[in-house]
């Protein structure tokens, strides 16, 4: 992969260490005490703003020679605070490989333009959760049929050969193509910590080791995936039915059941085809997976609520962040190691949830308060939490809650 110069992978390289993390928390063995430290990102930052840019030299040379070799990924076990016993499993890339394929992103992004501007395809660059939204509720009307389809486990079930083989078709150069290849090939080391949830859950990485599945860790992975899948988009367009993809969630407004149960066959034969399986939908039975339902009654999509065409905050969904709150405000935990990592998922949740919905729930400034005034009292009748966490935890929600 040519680079035209160091200033280039420079620049890219400043916009990794802007996104990314670049301190973390090291546990002691005895667990008891913990200190902050930099990470390799952390580092590289460091280097940088010291004039030294070895790095960058050695992976100019690298990949204008073809040479530069892919890492193993770092499996990482993310606990979900709304799924405990389904922690999210990640594969984070080495420093240098971040900064190769947000370079290769740059370098791959043309080649789909053309394809990706025909169809309603969303979770991409400047195609972001709102435009979604926005392009559904201007197509609703009362009379409408929804189907909603949701593909199970997308990532972990795309097929390496099939995607590598659309990946030819688009004419990509041989050493994008090689680059690719080896980093959705790359082996996976297992997570370390926290080590309970590891030695738990690791047999669920074997999956990355076989010839399917797409790492979600990397700059290229949501276009590659939106991708995949474009024969839904190309099947749809000839039916002449409204659709809107985001990634892995599609909604299609047609007039009937009949033909929503119709249109539901048809593209499970086409994602079998593809190695997808598709949540089969339940009529009249609205839920964040696959359904068929009237659009004058309730329509779900990414986690919002279509009312009036308004994208609403679920009560369901504030109920559910009130419960996930106080199991882990009630979570007994004896190590100092498992207390703070504990500490670091409820904030992460705090912030997760609340910027979502404040940023794409038009309703969000008429139920905040009192979503405030619950988390407030939960934390306050916490038990387990010592007081200046809890002020913490107090603080954060305020901020973000009331941004």
């Not at 972001?128 to 559904?136: E, P, Q």
């Not at 189907?147 to 486990?153: A, P």
């Not at 090689?178 to 949830?197: G, S, V």
């Amino acid at each position: 992969m040519t680079v035209e110069s160091r200033s280039e992978l420079l620049a890219v390289s400043k916009e990794v260490i802007k996104g990314g993390k670049t301190r973390y928390i090291e546990y002691k063995e005895n667990e008891l005490a913990y200190e902050i430290r930099k990470t390799k990102l952390g580092s590289l930052r460091d280097e940088l703003k010291s004039g030294n840019t070895e790095v960058i030299s050695e992976l100019y040379s690298q990949l204008n020679k073809g040479t530069y070799p892919n890492k193993p990924f770092q499996g990482m076990l993310i606990e979900r605070l709304d799924k405990v016993d389904k922690p999210r499993m990640i594969k984070i890339p080495a420093v240098t490989d971040r900064i190769v394929y947000a370079l290769l992103l740059k370098r791959i992004e043309p080649f789909f333009e053309n394809d990706l501007a025909k169809y309603p395809i969303y979770g991409l660059k400047n195609k972001g959760v709102s435009l979604a939204i926005s392009h559904l509720t201007n197509a609703i009307s009362n009379e409408s049929v929804v189907l909603k389809l949701d593909f199970q486990s997308y990532f972990d079930t795309i097929s390496r050969s099939i995607l590598m083989r659309t990946l030819r078709d688009y004419k990509l150069g041989g050493e994008e193509l090689r680059l690719l290849k080896a980093a959705i090939n790359a082996p996976t080391n297992l997570p370390k910590f926290p080590k309970d949830l590891s030695r738990k859950h690791a047999h669920k990485f074997k999956p990355y080791e076989t010839k399917i599945g797409l790492p979600q860790g990397c700059a290229f992975s949501p276009l590659l995936a939106s991708i995949y899948a474009l024969d839904v988009e190309k099947y749809l367009k000839k039916r002449n039915v409204f659709s809107v993809r985001y990634i892995d969630d599609i909604i299609i407004l047609v007039d009937s059941v009949d033909q929503a149960e119709e249109i539901y066959q048809d593209l499970k034969v086409i994602c079998e085809a593809a190695n997808l399986v598709i949540h089969e939908p339940l009529l009249n039975e609205v839920n964040d997976k696959s359904y068929i339902s009237k659009a004058d009654t309730e329509i779900r999509f990414l986690g919002l609520d279509v009312i009036d065409n308004q994208a609403c905050l679920p009560e369901d969904k504030i109920v559910r962040f009130v419960q996930v709150l106080k199991e882990r405000l009630s979570q007994e935990l004896i190590s100092r190691a498992d207390i703070e990592y504990r500490n670091d998922c409820i904030v992460s949740f705090i912030i997760g949830w609340t910027k979502y919905y404040r940023e794409h729930a038009s309703d969000w400034g008429k139920k905040k308060e009192k979503i405030l005034e619950f988390g407030l009292k939960l934390i306050d009748e916490s038990t387990i939490i010592e007081d200046s966490t809890k002020n913490n935890f107090k603080g954060i929600l305020i901020k973000e809650i009331r941004k």
